[in-house]
């Protein structure tokens, strides 16, 4: 039995309410909001007092901007936001699946969500994102979380103005997950998490079905998004004052192969160079097998791509290369770095490893082990390898023992750390450009900035700094950031 709350007070039924709304989208989704509107401002005179939300976000920056995507929408329809999420009355997991502990993460915190959801009858939960889109959770939740109010999927977040009236109107749990998708929806509301910089997503899902990856199944196949909706995008961003744009995709240097007229990511980013007001682009994520000559040519001449390349190589050994079908081997991985670092001296680096994969060997790891002192990453995200049901690795022969594993990590990890220190302290003493992101959170005092490079600097400094590139001198390194000095006051 689902819990007494004030729902059941609606007039309109939800089939009443769809039944006039357009076919087209994204106009479907803009009368929903007006629908969803009316439903607040009930819900509210109801509670007596404005109703809040909170959207947890786990996993990618894909998912953060999706969960942006979420936020605009909310906001339209009145709802102001509080960041405990034990206070909000509207919680919204945005989840991840990538390794077994986001999973674990999102069912642990249910569990208290639930206690408190028994306190509070305007209390409504939704659960949505990448998680979702396996049927063994959304069982697993019909059975044992039926507090839980709305759950949908990555391929119609777009609807979330729809579902979200649905399940407002209704007494039942609302569950719509898709397969698959080839739509992309554009121009639905966005609520960014800073004013000056933004994700913009270049292209959904993934096709290259890396052994051990869930992602090209809970995501979908790729599709690239239209290059006219990413530049019209960005110059609005622009206007509206960003400066520094992400292009996000699974696989940014397959960008554009299947559209319609087909370019490359390198001709994309040539395009966005051309906005005018925007300062910096980054992008993520690279796979070495798709990165062209073509696109190390155009990040040496530009003036607006950062000096960062993130390139994850997940495992030194060609035979594990191989067994994670990621079509390059140790050679090409390292000629590819010797390549980038001539045509771009000043590159960072960084990269995603991946420890324990089936069958990885002493032998493998110290294969890892040597790309990392060779191509000496400015950082790198390390991961134990988890079993993703579905996927290819999953099924494979010779799982590596924990121990074995564990042992594997630390020592990983240390090189990784030993170098990354090293590669930080080589710009202590220059004069760099940080774009100024907050108000330190330990001392008041100082502001944040980012370098090209992708490293933090701490200086002195007021908000009013916040948004800002400024000229900052890094006076001392302290490992994987700065503390420093602004040189300019322009
Ligand atoms: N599309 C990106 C990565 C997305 S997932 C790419 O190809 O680089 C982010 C990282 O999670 C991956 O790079 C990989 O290192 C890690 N990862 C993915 N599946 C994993 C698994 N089953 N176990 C451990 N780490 C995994
Ligand atoms: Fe996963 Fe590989 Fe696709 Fe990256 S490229 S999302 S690791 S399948
Ligand atoms: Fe996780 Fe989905 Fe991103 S599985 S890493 S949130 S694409």
Redesign the pocket.
Known sequence: MKMENTKHHRLTSFAETASEAPLQEPDRQYYFIEKAKDIFAEKCKEADRTLTFCVTTFG?QMNARDSEKLVGILEQIGYVEEPDEEKADFVIYNTCT???NANLRVYGRLGQLGRIKKKNPHMMIALCGCMMQEPEVVEKLKKSYRFVDLIFGTHNIYKFAELLTNSMQSDRMVIDIWKDTDKIVEDLPVERKYSFKSGVNIMFG?N?F?S????PYVRGRERSRDPKAIVREIERLVADGVVEVMLL???VNSYGKNLEHPMTFAQLLQEIEKIEGLERIRF????PKDLSDELIEVMSRSKKICRHL???V?SGSSRILKKMNRHYTKEHYLELVDKIKKAVPDISLT????VG?PGETEEDFRETLDVVRKVRYDSA?T??????TG?P?AVMEDQVSEAEVKDRFDRLLKEVQTISAQRCAIHEGTIQKALVECQNEHDPSLVTGRLSNNLLVHFPGDPSLIGRLVDVSLDECKGFYYMGKMKDTE
């Open positions: 990618c990538v390794r077994e993934c290259n890396c051990y990856c869930i992602v995709g699974q696989n993520m994520t690279s796979h993130h390139l994850p997940q990269t995603d490893i991946i994969f995200f991961f134990i390898y988890s079993k993703r996927t690795a």
